[in-house]
């Protein structure tokens, strides 16, 4: 291109620059601009500053507790803007005997653009050449969830303890690939459009391939599960790596389980699929669900320590909603609910008799 000399602002209103950005320029234009990106190590951190004014993503941090008192201005907003990609999900009308709760309140923090659109693998996973690539790492502690919105349109919903991760520089010719640890729920604009760059999320387990559609993620130190709400996806294992020999497609809800031991897919039919999808509303609907689910989601929404000291519990099987307010009040919902002694004490929850 040989003009080293363009600054952040040239680029940021340069028509052919925003096409290339935004993944809409023509064949002659995405030559040009990434031979002018190779040409200069600045042009690369001009490049990646324009971007971001160009496109940037945007991050929405809310808490699990609530706030009683905020609710009323917040709810408007919540409801209007940051989950619009998302309706919210009605209660089914068997969930006749739902647990005692009152509407769960949101904070909302915005936070500063971290990057324009992301291509990603996880960092351990990247060929020696692209060793300098700037990574970015959205993360969220326990009792919290964030949202991250691409400027493709695409939402991801981070529940608590999770992280994903993806390069801070968007290269045209590349995929869009998100690494994620945890949970997250994806709302992904179609993509089946022969000029539309494939959006991928790679787990330890495997990756899921998305066209355009709604989906949740959750990964253990056990496996990987994709629980399909709405659209199309295929996966794939991870076998050290190998090339996958095999793609399962998942319907919408299915759930596809990644198994770790014996790098086994299997895929199962979803009675209802906000079991799987109603942490994203600050609330966990169950659905005939082992004690031993809620026990789980308490550990890994709250980081507190579970000890149940009545085994016969892990025989009883759960159908309502909990609204995921403080901790203190789950406990208070399930002990009301299952006619059970709970307890906390020293950073741990007490199911059952702890003096038994």
Request: with cysteine; hydrophobic share 35%.
């Amino acid at each position: 291109m040989g003009n080293n000399s363009l600054s952040i602002d040239e680029l940021t209103q340069d028509i052919s620059f925003i096409r290339w950005v935004k993944g809409t320029a023509r064949p002659e234009e995405i030559k040009k601009w990434d031979a002018w990106l190779g040409e200069a190590p600045e042009n690369r951190c001009r490049a990646r500053k324009a971007q971001q004014k160009v496109l940037g993503i945007n991050f929405v941090t809310r808490s699990v507790f609530d706030l009683e008192q905020e609710w009323s201005e917040l709810d408007q907003r919540i409801t209007g803007s940051i989950l619009s990609s998302k309706s919210a999900p009605v209660a089914p009308k068997k969930y006749n005997r739902i647990l005692k709760t009152t509407a769960s309140a949101s904070v909302v923090i915005l936070a500063a653009d971290a990057g324009p659109f992301p291509l990603f693998t996880g960092s351990e996973n990247l060929p020696a050449a692209q060793d300098e690539t700037e990574w970015t790492t959205v993360e969220t502690p326990y009792r919290q969830l964030k949202t991250v919105t691409l400027s493709d349109g695409s939402t991801i919903i981070l529940n608590a303890n999770s992280s994903v991760t993806f390069p801070s520089c968007w290269m045209r010719t590349r995929s869009a690939e998100l690494f994620l640890e945890g949970e997250a729920y994806f709302s992904i604009p179609d993509r089946n459009s022969a000029d539309t760059i494939p959006f991928k999320v790679t787990t330890t387990d495997g990756t899921i391939y998305v066209t355009g559609t709604r989906f949740v993620v959750k990964t253990d130190e056990n496996n990987t599960a994709v629980a399909l709400e709405e659209g199309a996806i295929t996966v794939t294992r991870n076998l050290d790596g190998e090339p996958p020999a095999v793609a399962y497609e998942v319907k919408p809800n299915e759930l596809a389980v990644l198994h770790k031991q014996d790098a086994h897919v299997s895929i199962s039919a979803i009675s209802n699929i906000e079991v799987f999808t109603s942490w994203t509303d600050h609330k966990l609907v169950l659905d005939s669900s082992p004690f031993s689910y809620l026990v789980q989601r308490i550990k890994e929404t709250y980081g507190t320590n579970v000890t149940v000291t009545d085994d016969r519990l892990y025989h009883r099987k759960l159908t309502g909603s909990i609204q995921l307010k403080d901790l203190s009040h789950v406990v208070q919902s399930v002990s009301d609910v299952m006619d059970i002694h709970v307890t906390q004490k020293d950073g741990t929850v007490y199911f059952g008799n702890k003096n038994r």
